[in-house]
């Protein structure tokens, strides 16, 4: 099958090779970060300051996505008002009042990106010299398009960091964007046979998608790509083991892995989401409901990404999640499970084809079902 953007199987005929490719990748990015004092000051201030503090390897993801998203955005952030990103940002949060506040705000959105995010500024250039209050604005923009909710509260805690470091942040934050442009030659060799359609998505959908609430979001780029598959295969190692002691195991699936569309398929939906009915055999769905069945973990179809978690605080510890998404969800998603107080894993979709963000009808989807029984050690044929 065509890719539309990226494809797991690249140019072989199964995923499992892309697995090893992004294990490499997290490894190569481990080691390069090694060699920097940073990711061990930052473990450090965050533990002294009392804020929320994840796993090293969760920092070291952190750390490229500091330099990538400066390298990516930064110039187009340097001309938008600091303080306009988190006033947007509190104008998109009113979209979880209802459908109709969704359907305006969406609307907004998608104005306010092209209007005043997306032509401002060259991207891919990077001011000579980066500071804090550059990548404030960074923050800013980021708040402002909607698009990085979780990211930004990442970023904002960094952004303490090196507040407190003023004299040596410049050079750290330098040293980000260096680090990111290491990160995204070497990412393209390594996957870039994984995300080979993602530019000419993108060349053919620019227009389509102006004045589109998802124009950002679906105009990522292929490094973005990377990063989140990298990140995704970071968070996994970070998490595993809290993920195996919990007592209660889920997966999440998004609706376009369903083999009928809307109206044929007969899963019925409950507060955590839609349970499968069974109807089509071939259904991989039906396939993973089963299995859970068998081997005592719950199935849930998610219809977008937003409403995956809910936004009930869980008792740590008790609940282990499996998010499958494609790649451009897969950062957020570990990060706002782990702060509901889920343990997160995640598997990738093989491909997207949803028609929300990708196609004109929309395709069925599917995962390595290999990946997804190893995270729940369930060895053998089930
Ligand atoms: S098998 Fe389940 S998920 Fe698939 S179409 Fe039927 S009810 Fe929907």
Redesign the pocket.
Known sequence: MEAITYSLYGTSAGAREYYNDAAKMADELIDITNEEKTIKEFSRFVKDNGLKSLDDLVYVMEYAMIGILLSKYGSRASLLHQYGGKMLEGVYALKRTGRFARSAVGRLKGIVNTALLVHKGKADSVASSIDVKYFSKLIGWLHATGEFEQETKRLEVWARYFGDKSADSSRILSRAVRVAGWFEQRSLELLGDYTSNVDSFIDNRQSDLKWKENQIFCTRTRVEYHLNMVGAELMNRAFQRDFINTGEKRVLLPIC????GEK????VQTEHG?L?????RD?Q??AI?ALGKKHNFKVY?IPHASTAFGHQHMEKGDIGIIGVACPLNLISGGYKAKELGYEPQCVLLNYCGCARHWHDTGIVTNIELDRLQAMLQIHGMS
């Not at 892995?257 to 009928?260: A, G, L, N, V, Y």
């Not at 044929?264 to 899963?267: D, G, I, K, N």
């Not at 499968?276 to 089509?280: D, I, V």
């Open positions: 892995m369903r083999e009928k044929l398929c007969r899963a839609y499968c009915n069974g109807c089509a259904c769905v039906h409901t179809m």
